[in-house]
């Protein structure tokens, strides 16, 4: 079983930046996407950026230009800086990882959310 262990959420003012880190645990063979998702209240689920095993990245028209996410491979771990941030951005974030685990079995893995406020 693998599992997700997200951090970095907070509160910040508009204009501000903070970095969420998402590292996973467990057999892990490999892994294929490592996506971020947020969910703001009343609002469904979206992806807000995806990075590939070869390091491609496809981000949310919100979020181009303003957000970056990049993962470390020896680490398992997934991180989204996020910059210039909006009271829009304001939602829970998740991270959501593919892959395959133990005798290669498919995974897909959600975190536990970690709560992003942007206000003044």
């Known amino acids: 079983q693998v599992q997700l262990v997200e951090s970095g959420g907070g509160l910040v003012q508009p204009g501000g930046s903070l970095r969420l880190s998402c590292a996973a645990s467990?057999?892990?063979?490999?892994?294929?996407?490592m996506d971020w998702y947020r969910q703001a209240p009343g609002k469904q689920r979206e992806l807000v950026a995806r990075?590939?095993?070869?390091?491609?990245?496809n981000y949310a028209d919100s979020v181009k230009g303003r957000f970056t996410i990049s993962r470390d491979n020896a680490k398992n771990t997934v991180y989204l800086q996020m910059n210039s941030l909006k009271p829009e951005d304001t939602a829970v974030y998740y991270c959501?990882?593919?892959?395959?685990?133990?005798?290669?079995?498919?995974?897909?893995?959600w975190g536990q959310g970690t709560q992003v406020t942007v206000s003044s």
């Open positions: 467990g057999i892990i063979l490999s892994i294929n996407f």
């Open positions: 959501n990882v593919l892959g395959t685990g133990v005798v290669g079995t498919p995974f897909d893995s």
């Open positions: 990075i590939t095993s070869g390091g491609s990245t």
